[in-house]
Structures are given as structure tokens and as C-alpha cells.
């Protein structure tokens, strides 16, 4: 099956830095998503993006599905963003099944 | 508009006990599906429904039982509850075209 690998696992900042979590894939896909996962456990949606580019507030991602990955940008971090990342893939057209990568965990430091 | 709510938010069971997740969702989404995910891993996907009447195995789907009577709800059993299924559940929802996925806000389940 199709393998998701998240880097990096751990990640520390200092409030205001700016960082970039990396998400790769094996095998062709038709859908990706970002979520982040809250101290309490909550998942957020952040972007829905199979592919390009797409921009909310200090958070962009890019996605470029010829080269099987994406990244997501967190500029000016703050407190509020630590938490786990997760992108999630679907392999085919229609199949819904989701393959999560393992997480990238960011701790923002005030 | 609640989106997607899962019940009970936390569940503690002895080995051997039964009982029944429950997901509901009010967006007229045609897809559910349950994941679990256990300390320091991602999701995995239990079971998912891709209309009322209609559900299929995921990923690890030995030891819970789904049923999809209704476009609303997709209830996950568990008839013999072990340690192993000690996890965090979430319920997702999707519209029947590939759009993004949403998530309820997960039942944390110990069984003891």
C-alpha cells in the first residue's frame, strides 16, 4: 500500500520563527489533506490540497503531486500552533480511504 | 449546524463488556467512516459506509462491527471489549465527490 512519511517527527521553535513540515508519498494520489491535532485531541482541517498552492493567514501549503509531496509553512508561530501535524492521502479516485502519515509534533515556545 | 458529534467523549470498559460508539452528522454526507489512532501513530481506518445500507472493512476492522441504517448516523460496536482496543476513536465524514474530510472531536475509550 501506499506509504506517507512526515518529517520532521519533533520539532521546537521560539515564538515568531517560522518552520516547514515535509510530507511524502509513494505512490500517486488524488486527494491530501492537512490537519492539526490540538493539545486536546481536536482535529482542524487546515488545507484541502490534492495539489498547488493555497494560502490562510500565517499557514500556506503546497502541494506538488508529480514529485509525490507536500509541504506546509507555518510563518510568525505562535503558542496556539503547537500541536500534532498530520497529512492524510487518498490513493484512487473514490476509494475514501484515508492514509495518514505519522505526525510531525511542534512545540512553539514562548 | 453541529457538523459531525461523536458520544460519549470518554468510555472507560472492563474486558468482556460491549458497547456502541455513536456518530452522527448533519451535513447529508454520504460518507462515514471510523479510524482509531494509539500513542504516537497516525489514523488508521477501521470501517467505513459509502451510503445508508452499505459498509465495508478498513485497515483493521477485527473486533468492532458497523451498521449504516441511516444517512445520518454510523454507530461502531464493540462486542467484546480487550485491552488492545484501548484508543482514541473518530468518526469522519465526506460528501460523495473527493472533497475534504471532517472530523468528529473522538471518543477516548480504556478498556481495563
Known amino acids: 500500500g501506499i506509504q506517507v512519511e512526515q518529517s520532521p517527527p519533533d520539532l521546537i521553535l521560539q515564538e515568531g520563527a517560522n518552520s516547514t513540515l515535509r510530507c511524502n508519498f509513494s505512490?500517486?494520489?488524488?486527494?491530501l489533506q492537512w490537519f492539526h491535532q490540538n493539545p486536546w485531541g481536536q482535529l482542524i482541517n487546515l488545507f484541502y490540497i490534492p495539489s498547488g498552492t493555497k494560502q490562510n493567514g500565517r499557514l500556506s501549503a503546497t502541494t506538488v503531486a508529480t514529485e509525490r509531496y507536500s509541504l506546509l509553512y507555518i510563518s510568525s508561530s505562535q503558542t496556539t500552533d503547537s500541536g500534532v501535524y498530520f497529512c492524510?492521502?487518498?490513493?484512487?479516485?473514490?476509494?475514501?480511504?484515508?492514509?495518514f502519515g505519522t505526525g510531525t509534533r511542534l512545540k512553539v515556545l514562548a | 449546524n453541529a457538523g459531525v458529534t461523536q458520544t460519549p467523549k470518554f468510555q472507560v470498559l472492563k474486558t468482556g463488556q460491549s458497547m456502541t460508539l455513536q456518530c452522527a452528522q448533519d451535513?447529508?454526507?454520504?460518507?462515514m467512516s471510523w479510524y482509531r489512532q494509539d500513542p504516537g501513530m497516525g489514523l488508521r481506518l477501521i470501517h467505513y459506509?459509502?451510503?445508508?445500507?452499505?459498509?465495508d472493512q478498513g485497515e483493521v476492522p477485527n473486533g468492532y462491527n458497523v451498521s449504516r441504517s441511516t444517512t445520518e448516523d454510523f454507530p461502531l460496536r464493540l462486542l467484546s471489549a480487550a485491552p488492545s482496543q484501548t484508543s482514541v476513536y473518530f468518526c469522519?465524514?465526506?460528501?460523495?465527490?473527493?472533497?475534504?474530510?471532517?472530523f468528529g472531536q473522538g471518543t477516548r475509550l480504556t478498556v481495563v
Open positions: 492524510a492521502v487518498e490513493r484512487g479516485s473514490g476509494t475514501y480511504k484515508y492514509i
Open positions: 459506509s459509502v451510503g445508508a445500507g452499505i459498509t
Open positions: 505512490d500517486s494520489v488524488n486527494n
Open positions: 451535513m447529508n454526507h454520504e460518507y
Open positions: 469522519a465524514t465526506r460528501d460523495n465527490l473527493i472533497t475534504e474530510a471532517f
